[in-house]
């Protein structure tokens, strides 16, 4: 079982910046794939970006690419969220996701645990 709690949510202007983190609990989170989806109102939820549970391999929707940094600390049971160049379709509450496999898969039905999610709101 995992718990995950996210945080570093808030307002921001446009081409602004934002870290998130997400606080994992479990002695086995070194061995979860870890992820950040996000659902804007009225919009599915969507993936972001995906870690493996080394960090070795990292993947991106293609929306935040190039923008956005995902990455993890096994030792502090930590994934982060690096979110640079800011736009209000960015605008979503974003939640931390954790699975059991061991490859980033997109399709959010796949994943096994989730957090409660922290607003993100861009303005322009």
């Known amino acids: 079982q995992v718990q995950l709690v996210e945080s570093g949510g808030g307002s921001v202007q446009a081409a602004g910046s934002l870290r998130l983190s997400c606080a994992a609990s479990g002695r086995t989170f070194s061995t979860y794939t870890m992820g950040w989806f996000r659902q804007a109102p009225g919009k599915e939820r969507e993936f972001v970006a995906g870690?493996?549970?080394?960090?070795?391999?990292?993947q991106y929707a293609d929306s935040v690419k190039g923008r956005f940094t995902i990455s993890r600390d096994n030792g502090k049971n930590m994934v982060y969220l690096q979110m640079n160049s800011l736009k209000v379709e960015d605008t979503a509450v974003y939640y931390c996701?954790?699975?059991?496999?061991?490859?980033?898969?997109?399709?959010?039905?796949?994943?096994?645990?989730w957090g409660q999610g922290t607003q993100v709101t861009v303005s322009s």
């Open positions: 996701a954790a699975d059991r496999g061991i490859f980033v898969i997109r399709d959010r039905g796949a994943w096994n645990y």
């Open positions: 870690i493996t549970w080394s960090g070795g391999s990292t």
